[in-house]
């Protein structure tokens, strides 16, 4: 990963952990208890860094759900970063909270969703007194609406791979749509997807309501790659230096923006489903462009019955299915219309 240099950098920070007591910094703090219905806890963490200067504070987390590690594994090399830099002089202007793991039980389980079968991004804004996921939307949603600015790592974990990209919601609210179309610009991926915001129970729908400007960011999947953990550090950065909070300026990029209102628009998990239970054969790429029609994929049920997945939609394909063995419903691939095109 690049080093953040002094140049880049210019001001004390202080470190802490906003939910246990650390071996290596000794800082005190309070756990957040999470209950699960097995009477067993766990701890939601949280690392605050924060600068002498006054500015924004800025929320990033990943691990809203347990099988997607490289985003994981990014916000660790962001804490470790500014654990390295806690004891020089470093020009942060604001705070910043790590979550990196949100869906403990769900990481534990190398899982989408934890124990309970709940999807912690579709459950927000929790419940404090509800199960171990709906806990954990709760406190979730709680730093969000303590924050000014919020960034969620996501990637398609297990089963799907989605092209890198930064989204948002097309928040009615002009001055925070520009805020997040920004965001994206400077986190620099190839991509930017604004979507509709009226999908409830998500970060970014918390985020919406609290008006905190917010972006997700999607990376890869499946087999992740490793080099993603650095995209996705530098990203982070990127935005921080949007914000002000720290120097220096980020490359220029080529990107492709497609920005689509209509309702439904943005939600992964319906997109051309499977007909039936069986074993999928996709005829699909990430990146590929396809009309309506298109054969997307094959699905072979064990008696070997064949259908075919046709596209439902004209324009990129951004999210395809890895597992093979997909159940009747299941999304085979998303497309992202170019909406008002001919």
């Known amino acids: 990963m690049t080093p953040i240099t002094s140049a880049e950098l210019f001001c004390r920070l202080t470190v802490c952990f906003a939910s246990r007591t650390c071996a290596r910094t000794n800082c005190p703090a309070k756990p957040i208890r999470l209950e699960r219905q097995t009477n067993m806890s766990v701890e939601l963490i949280k690392h605050v860094f924060e600068g002498d200067s006054g500015g924004p504070h800025l929320l990033i987390s990943a691990g809203v759900h347990g099988d997607e590690f490289v985003p994981i594994r990014a916000v660790r090399e962001l804490e470790q970063l500014f654990r390295k830099q806690a004891s020089e002089t470093i020009p942060l202007n604001g705070k910043v909270t790590l979550v990196p793991i949100v869906n403990q039980p769900a990481f534990e389980l190398a899982h989408r969703c934890g124990p309970d079968g709940l999807d912690l991004a579709r459950v927000c804004p929790g419940n404090p007194d509800g199960t171990t996921t709906q806990q954990a939307a709760h406190d979730l949603t709680q730093f969000i609406r303590s924050a000014d600015y919020y960034v969620d790592l996501h990637s398609g974990g297990k089963a799907m791979s989605v092209l890198p990209l930064a989204g948002y919601v097309m928040h009615s609210n002009a001055d925070i749509l520009e805020k997040q179309r920004a965001m994206a610009r400077a986190f620099g ?11 409830d129970g998500r970060s970014l729908s918390v985020a919406r309501d609290a008006n905190v400007p917010a972006i997700y960011i999607e990376y890869l999947g ?38 689509d209102p209509r309702p439904g628009s943005g939600h992964m998990q319906v997109c051309n489903p499977a007909p039936m239970a069986g074993i999928l054969n996709r005829d699909v790429e990430l990146g590929q ?36 063995n997909v159940n009747k419903g299941d999304a085979i691939c998303v497309i992202a219309e170019r909406v008002g095109e001919s």
Not at 189 to 199: D, E, K, R, V, Y
Not at 231 to 248: A, F, K, W
Not at 310 to 323: L, S
Request: net charge negative; with cysteine.
């Open 189 to 199: 991926l190839p991509f930017i997807w604004g979507t509709s915001a009226n999908l």
């Open 222 to 259: 499946g087999a992740e790659q490793i080099e993603g953990v650095d995209e996705l550090t530098q990203g982070c950065l990127g935005v921080m230096r949007y914000l002000g909070m720290i120097q220096g300026k980020s490359p220029l990029k080529e990107q492709e923006v497609i920005e």
């Open 289 to 324: 462009e396809v009309s309506t029609g298109d054969a997307l994929g094959t699905v072979t049920a064990a008696d070997n019955d064949t259908a075919t997945v046709h596209a439902e939609q004209t324009g990129k394909v951004v999210v395809v299915r890895e597992d093979m």
